[in-house]
Every structure is written in C-alpha cells, then in structure tokens.
C-alpha cells in the first residue's frame, strides 16, 4: 500500500471501510439518479487529494530529499522530502497509488477533478500561471489558445475541450494527464507566509527577501517533515505578487508590503536581499567548517589512541587549514553584518526623517490657518475689547435697575429667619410630647404587666397554701358527727 492510500484510510473519515465500494465505482451514473450520493464522493474524495497534497503525499514527480533548515544535537541536518503541495498531478502513477487489492483502482476520479476545476477548487496550472484573474472565473467556456504553451496546446487542451465546451457526458470522463492547482493549499500556504513575514517585525528590512533566502524560509509552511517544491514556490509566489497584491516580486527579489505603503522593488532592496542571503550563505559555512574542525580533531585523537602518528598529523594539518578558512570566513561575517547593521541603522534615520518632514508640513499648515503669532495677538486683543464692552453694558444696566430699600430686606430676612425658627421650635415641641406620650403608654403597659404578675403570684400562693393543709389533715382529726 503506497503512503497516499495509507495516509487517506487512516485519516479521512469518509474513507469508512463501507464507504470503500461506492468510492471506488462508477459513481457518475449517481450524477442525476442519486445527486447528494454523487456530491458525497465527489468531495469526499477532492477533501482527501487536497489534505494529503498539504502533507506532501501525492507528487508522483521529482521528490527530492534535502537537508532541512534546523540542525541536531550533534549538527547534522535533518532529512526532509521536497514534495509538490499546492500541484497535484494526475496521471497514472496517481491512479496505481490509489489502488486497493480489493476493489482495483478508483473509476470515477476524471469526474472528480472535472468537478473540482467547474467549482474551481482546482486549477489547470498552465492558465493559472499565464491567466490573471483565473481563480474568479466560475467556469472556462472556451479555451484561449493563448493561455497554454504550444507544447500544452495539443497535448492538453483538446483533452479538455469536451469538459470546457461542450459539457460532461453520461460515462465516466476519462481522467486526464494534467496538473492542477490547488486552491484551497494554496491560500492557506499564501496566509501562512504573509503572517509568519509581517508579525513582529522590527525593521522593514526583514520584508526583503532574495529568492534564496524566501525559499529556505518559507520551505515548511504546510507541513514540517515536507518542503514545498520549486513549482509550489513559483506559484505561491505569483499568487501573492498578482492574485493578493502582499508582496512585489521581480524574479530575484520579494518584498512584502508593510501597513503604510504599497510594495516596489528598488535597487536598494535588491542590494539589501544579496546581503542578508550572502550573511546566510557564509552563516552556513561557518558552521560547516566548525563541524569539520570538530571532526578533525575526534579523527586525530583517534589516530592517537590507535598510535598512528602519521594520520594524526594529517587531521591536525587539515584542521589548521580549516581553522584559516574558518577565520577568513567569520571575517567576512562580521564585516557584512556591521554593513548590514548600518543599512538597517540608516533605514530606520530614513523613516523618522520622513516623519519630521510630514510633521512639518502638518505643522505648516496649521499655522498658515492660524496666520502666524500677530494674528493671534490681534485675535486675543479684539477679544478683550468685546469683552470690556459686555462689562460697560452690565454697568449701564445695573445703573438703569430700580433703587431698593436695604432695611426692607434686612426686616423680611429677619421675619423670614424668625418663622423659620418658630417652625422648628414647633417640630421640637411636638416630637417631645409624641415620646412623652410614648413613654407614658410604655409605663402604663408595665405596670399593668406587674399587677397581673403579681396576682398569679397570690393565687399561686394561695393554691400552695391549701394545698398543704389538706395533706396535714387525717381522717382522725375530722370532728365526729353529732348524736
């Protein structure tokens, strides 16, 4: 079983053991008898192609492996596969992996992707690359001729004319040899590389790219144990220049946009992407040579302890060499990384510049609205002026008001103060005899309270009395009966 179909069965729901017959026949004759039972296979198995070309399982073409970005313990790079992820490939290496002793290869995957390119979840990769705007298009009614190479013009487009053109017939389509784009990786690869390049970036130099450096950069994206192929990166990076506008790319250099302008390659940007892929480049063997010198050295102690003087000489002589070379080439690190610094210290003198400049223009503008210092003070002096005459107004209108008696006013205030007092007099004399009142029913209830105590008390007494003298009393002391 290849690592597609392992992949697919251990990963897709729909590909339920169940579900294995249905997807694997000739589900097109479904399309009008059965048309939920037909879009089921069909996105079952468009769903399963797109998440296992997202994980590097479907290229059936040039898989390379290379060494990965990141380093082990004892700095020796990873392995790691360079795959197509956001192309699929059809053809019959696809169809053999799919294949299932069972139930043979899947009939119906030429209707799959004739589906998948109407809705265009899947794109031909010849009029992708050469026709903007493809992705919006709900369907191809004609083939331009002029969107496929003349390599591609017979080979492929008459094979699709009848998908295209005329329509889909009744019998299954026979699946064709082609490559597509898929869509749904693409903008999620595409997301993925504008995020992981606009956050938290500290100088817009670290937007500027060369190819080199994007491509060991941006490698695993989709998926850490995979790297993206040269024909992933091509369209990637055609889609975020044409389709997204993120980034200016010229073929040698990318630039992504930044929040406050709209990217354009300079020759300056193109200079500053050599350096950071030439610092990369040494960056990388420099530690080449300090693994080589570390080996070296293991070698000649080796040599040593197998007491053989000549080849541990060879090591140490070789080391020398490589220690010469090592020191040469940090040299050159260090020299390009302070060029780099500098650039990225002018840079940052060019932003705050240039926000100096818009703040003085700002600035003069706002004070050719105010018009300057003898303005304002002819302003504030008017100002003034209206406001003494406010004053002189108020004076005349006071002047103008009747002549009122002091001593009227003094004798109502009194009055009004007097009353005032009475009131609360009032109000105090009341309260007094409402706790007067108060402390008098309180005093009543007691006493009422004491005198009923005090009467059971007696009757208690009396009862206790009583009851003792009845107990005293025998039958003998009763008087006898008179004769």
Known sequence: MSDLLNYILNNEDAFRRNRLPSLYSDFTTQKKTNP????????????????????????????????????????????????????????????????????????????VFDEAMRKRSMVPLPIYMTTPGSLQRSQWRIIDPSALNPLNVVGWGLRQLKGFVIGEGEAAPKMQVQELVLVQNLEEAADLAIKKATAGNS?????????????????????????????????????????????????????????????????????????KTLISAISKQVTNLERKISDLTESAKTALGNKNRVSALAALKSKKTVEHNLSQRLNTLAQLEEVYSKIEQAAGQVEIVQVMES????????????????????VVEELREEMMKVDEVGGILN?????????????????????????????????????????????????????????????????????????????????????
């Open 36 to 111: 939920d039972g037909y879009a089921v296979n069909v996105s079952a198995w468009e769903q399963a192609l797109i998440h296992a070309a997202k994980r590097g399982y479907t290229s059936t073409r040039g898989v390379r492996v290379r060494s990965g970005s990141t380093t082990s313990q004892k700095g020796v790079r990873p392995q790691r596969k360079k795959t197509d992820h956001l192309i699929l490939r059809t053809d019959e290496s696809l169809l053999r992996d799919l294949e299932l002793p069972e139930w043979g290869k899947p009939v119906a995957l030429g209707a």
């Open 203 to 275: 100088s817009k130099l670290d937007l500027i790219y060369s190819k080199e450096s994007f491509v060991e950069e941006y490698s695993t994206l989709l998926h850490n144990a995979t790297e993206l192929s040269d024909s992933d990166f091509n369209v990637l990076l055609l889609y975020l220049s044409r389709d997204r506008g993120a980034i200016a790319y010229d073929g040698k250099t990318i630039k992504f946009k930044s929040s406050d302008e709209a990217p354009n390659i300079t020759q300056q940007d193109s200079t500053i992407a050599s350096i």
């Open 359 to 378: 703040s003085t223009g700002v600035l003069r503008g706002l004070h050719a609205q105010i018009g300057g210092a003898e303005r304002v003070e002819d």
């Open 399 to 483: 002047e103008a008001a009747p002549v009122i008696d002091e001593g009227e006013i003094d004798e109502e205030l009194s009055a009004l103060e007097k009353g005032d007092q009475e009131a609360k007099e009032e109000k105090g004399a009341e309260e007094t005899r409402n706790r007067l009142a108060e402390l008098d029913s309180i005093k009543q209830a007691s006493d009422e309270a004491s005198r009923r105590a005090q009467a059971a008390a007696d009757v208690d007494t009396q009862l206790a009395e009583s009851m003792d003298r009845l107990s005293n009393m025998s039958v003998e002391d009763r008087p006898l009966p008179a004769k």
